[in-house]
T-cell receptor, first 114, second 112 residues
Framework: ELKVEQNPLFLSMQEEKNYTIYCNYSTTSDRLYWYRQDPGKSLESLFVLLSNGAVKQEGRLMASLDTKARLSTLHITAAVHDLSATYFCAAVNAGGTSYGKLTFGQGTILTVHP | EAQVTQNPRYLITVTGKKLTVTCSQNMNHEYMSWYRQDPGLGLRQIYYSMNVEVTDKGDVPEGYKVSRKEKRNFPLILESPSPNQTSLYFC???????????FGQGTRLTVV
């Protein structure tokens, strides 16, 4: 069974600082997604990572994937208040009876302070 | 505008009173699914559908029913809601896989 764990679950950052959210998954996955959720809102897709070594960047967010370590990271550069949200990673199961199913991590609640 | 529409957005009900949360998409997507979101647990899939009249259980199907009589609609039915079904529910759709491309706005359900 594929399990996805995020770390940390709560992150309080100062503006202009850098930080990384980690996403570990337990079995083989062929796709890794990152989503953002603003309070009271739906999920918005940020990145899809399809292969080992994949790196995607948008603005102050950069996501990467290491399939050998079963690890994805979401790096935040020079945080601003607008980045305050909950971030989810999710992995697609690449084998077994749950092939193709998406499993979410617990979510990381990010708060950026002045 | 491409969208997934859920109704209602907020619902408070009593234990045992049957309810339906509607979900409709206007993108002619084959795949639709329901998730529940609980603090510290992320989103967990309840049911999904690959096409009209084709549905399957997700990770937490107990206490829920779904139907897919038309391609655009995928209602979630709670025949006898219980307090442990208090949660935030999302409907989602995708053209070609069970991985969601679009999410609805969410339905916050409270069962007392």
């Amino acid at each position: 069974e594929l399990k996805v764990e995020q770390n940390p679950l709560f992150l309080s950052m100062q503006e202009e600082k850098n930080y990384t959210i980690y996403c570990n998954y337990s079995t083989t996955s062929d796709r890794l997604y990152w989503y953002r959720q603003d309070p009271g809102k739906s999920l918005e897709s940020l990145f899809v990572l399809l292969s080992n070594g994949a790196v995607k960047q948008e603005g102050r967010l950069m996501a990467s994937l290491d399939t050998k370590a079963r690890l994805s990271t979401l790096h935040i550069t020079a945080a601003v208040h607008d980045l305050s949200a909950t971030y989810f990673c999710a992995a697609v199961n690449a084998g077994g009876t749950s092939y193709g199913k998406l499993t979410f991590g617990q979510g990381t609640i990010l708060t950026v302070h002045p | 505008e491409a969208q997934v529409t859920q109704n209602p957005r907020y619902l408070i009900t009593v234990t045992g009173k049957k309810l339906t949360v509607t979900c409709s998409q206007n993108m002619n997507h084959e795949y639709m699914s329901w998730y529940r979101q609980d603090p510290g647990l992320g989103l967990r899939q309840i049911y999904y559908s690959m096409n009209v009249e084709v549905t399957d259980k997700g990770d937490v199907p107990e206490g829920y029913k779904v139907s897919r009589k038309e391609k655009r609609n995928f209602p979630l039915i709670l025949e006898s809601p219980s307090p442990n079904q208090t949660s935030l529910y999302f409907c989602a759709s995708s053209l070609s896989s069970v991985v969601p491309a679009f999410f609805g706005q969410g339905t916050r359900l409270t069962v007392v």
